[in-house]
């Protein structure tokens, strides 16, 4: 006969709890508390979520996780720029103020005429002993570009054209 009674109480004690926990639930994620001047969630403070991609995916301890970094420096080496380290000519030959400015005239009508892998022969020849005409010639075509390398040549010291040998070849 205590049963039906016993079994309401005991429902509305289940009931009530459970109210109760979903209260305080929605007041410990924003939903109720501090005034509801918190809402949507639990507040980001700026720590960060910790881990890439590749940790959500697999463990990094596993045989995926290493083919991914593998993968993932392959991909950051072939966007790497490859960068040419640039050559100072002109200091390392250790010209005075007269070549200097022999050798910057030169260089600015042959960069007008010349590529960059054309400009580098042209320097080897210069640098050879003895001057082949010839062969710049060949390369830039007669006329005053011809000459000012020519005359280039002759204004350099012999250490300084084998130093620009050297340098061309690089």
């Known amino acids: 006969m205590a049963h039906p009674v016993l079994f309401g109480l005991l429902g509305a004690f289940v009931v009530s709890r459970l109210i109760l926990r979903r209260r ?22 700026g720590a960060p979520d ?8 697999f463990p990094p301890w596993g045989r995926h996780a290493r083919r991914f970094r593998r993968w993932q420096r392959w991909q950051d080496e072939a966007q790497a720029e490859v960068k040419v380290p640039s050559v100072d000519v ?3 030959l250790e010209m005075n103020q007269r070549q200097r400015e022999i050798f ?9 005429k010349l590529a960059a ?15 082949e005409r010839e ?7 007669k006329g ?9 040549h002759f204004s350099l010291t012999p250490e300084q054209r084998a130093k620009l040998r050297s340098v061309a070849s690089a």
């Open 24 to 45: 305080r639930w929605r007041h410990a994620y924003g939903h109720g508390g501090c005034g509801r001047r918190f809402r949507g969630g639990p507040i980001d403070l």
């Open 50 to 57: 910790g881990g890439g991609d590749e940790r959500r995916r």
């Open 90 to 92: 002109v200091g390392s």
């Open 104 to 112: 910057d005239d030169v260089v600015g009508k042959a960069k007008s």
């Open 117 to 131: 892998p054309e400009l580098a022969e042209a320097f080897a020849i210069i640098g050879r002993e003895p001057f």
């Open 135 to 141: 062969a710049v010639e060949f390369l830039v075509g």
């Open 144 to 152: 005053e570009l011809a000459d000012d390398l020519e005359h280039l």
